[in-house]
């Protein structure tokens, strides 16, 4: 029976999305703005210079997806000479630009409905919610209270939490609440317990409560750690993942995917810490995973790192450590096997704030049954719908498979 990779480059956006006006990101383009910095000199840094370098992901149809999402061909995107997939580009239809979203939507489910974002003021959060959290969890108060980068305000209030015991909260653009805390010196099961009343005391159109852990001593050593945890909600509908498990297929989930499913349906749950401890975990599935096997991974550090964090020289080394890898696992790749790289966002690090940014992504699929070609304009459900009838599922409620299920 036929096995699936699905692999999420996390905010590996290719601009063009035909509604980034109505959320603030005409124009924005995370490879296409990083290939063109590195092609001007200006993602130059220790271990790596000069044009973007991915010549695997172009094999695949990379550059091609982005220009015909965006309609630039910046230098380090070229056509490759040679083609090893099919590949198309993507854009989403749910309301958001977050990540639940983009997965659940590349899972079969669109997102419908609003979800709850809180606003850029100072506090961000409902005063009835903050005076319910620190209720019943017993904290002496709360810090933070808005819209922050994780990493700045870590280091700006890291300090007072420790002395205080008061948790940092913060949001973004994204339908979230953050909670960021020592994990000596307020306890890692601690900030686990204060996230999951959270959870409790929110809506469910809240998409995620994370528990953003970290160590150190003072700002200049303060580091985040992988430890962070998502609650996010269940999705309204069975997923690609729950129908596949619910059907009697095995599923792995490596990275964040448990927590951005809810764990419905996301079978045995593999953690790793980085985009190479995702690489080996999702190495490590296809040599070991038997027949009617659907593997999902998620790279999260091109998001959490260098998107984020408006790094576009680390970005840059990311996705080409990244390329580095990929030969090895596409050599892995059994006949009768699929494998699409997709992304569920864009996050600019060319552009202004530190949110996603809403734009298209690509979809590359491979395998040794693919034929090379063109597939044209997608939407994300039309990627799960792919791999769902590469299993051998029946037509979901939304999307349209690519390949006729015969890859």
């Known amino acids: ?105 590349l899972a079969g489910v669109p997102v419908e409905f609003d979800w709850t974002y809180y606003p850029d003021t100072e506090p961000s959060f409902p005063k009835a ?22 990493t700045t305000i870590i280091a700006e ?74 609650l996010a909600v269940t999705p309204p509908a069975p997923t690609l993942l729950q129908r596949h498990s619910e059907a009697g297929g095995a599923v792995v989930s490596i990275g964040k995917i448990g927590d951005i499913f809810a764990h419905a349906g996301t079978g045995e749950e593999i953690k790793a810490a980085g985009n190479e401890g995702v690489f080996d975990a999702l190495m490590s599935a296809a040599a070991r995973a038997g027949d009617n096997v659907l593997a999902v991974a998620n790279f999260v550090d091109f998001d959490t790192l260098y998107g984020h964090r408006r790094d576009v020289a680390g970005y840059a080394a990311a996705l080409e450590a990244f390329d580095g890898m990929l030969p090895a696992f596409l050599e892995a790749l059994r006949p009768g096997d699929l494998a699409v790289l997709t992304a569920d966002h864009g996050c600019d690090p060319t552009w202004r704030g530190s949110d996603h940014t809403r734009e298209q992504v690509p979809a590359l699929f491979a395998g040794p049954g693919v034929e090379a070609g063109r597939l044209g304009a997608l939407a994300f459900a039309d990627i799960g719908a792919t791999l769902a009838a590469h299993l051998g599922h029946g037509p979901g409620v939304h999307g349209t498979a690519r390949l006729g299920g015969t890859a």
């Open 1 to 105: 029976m036929p096995r699936a990779f699905f692999i999420v480059l996390d905010s590996v956006g290719i601009g063009g999305a035909p509604d980034a006006e109505r959320f603030g990101d005409d124009g924005a383009d995370t490879l296409g703005h990083i290939a063109a910095a590195c092609a001007a000199g200006q993602a130059d840094r220790q271990g790596r210079s000069g044009p973007l370098r991915i010549p695997n992901l172009l094999a695949l149809g990379l550059g091609d997806a982005h220009r015909a999402a965006s309609g630039t061909e910046p230098a380090g995107l070229e056509a490759a000479a040679a083609r090893s997939g099919a590949w198309g580009h993507a854009a989403e239809t749910s309301k958001g630009k977050d990540t639940p979203s983009g997965h659940w939507e």
């Open 129 to 150: 919610f903050t005076d319910a959290l620190i209720a019943q969890c017993g904290l002496p108060g709360i810090l933070g209270d808005r819209h922050a980068s994780g």
């Open 157 to 230: 209030l890291g300090q007072e939490h420790m002395k205080t015991g008061k948790p940092i909260l913060y949001t973004s653009a994204d339908s979230v609440v953050q909670i960021a805390a020592h994990e000596e010196s307020f306890g890692l099961d601690r900030l686990y317990d204060v996230c999951r009343a959270a959870r409790g005391l929110v809506p469910d159109t809240v998409g995620r409560i994370i528990a953003r852990p970290f160590v150190g001593s003072d700002p200049h050593d303060f580091a985040r750690t992988a430890n962070r945890k998502d």
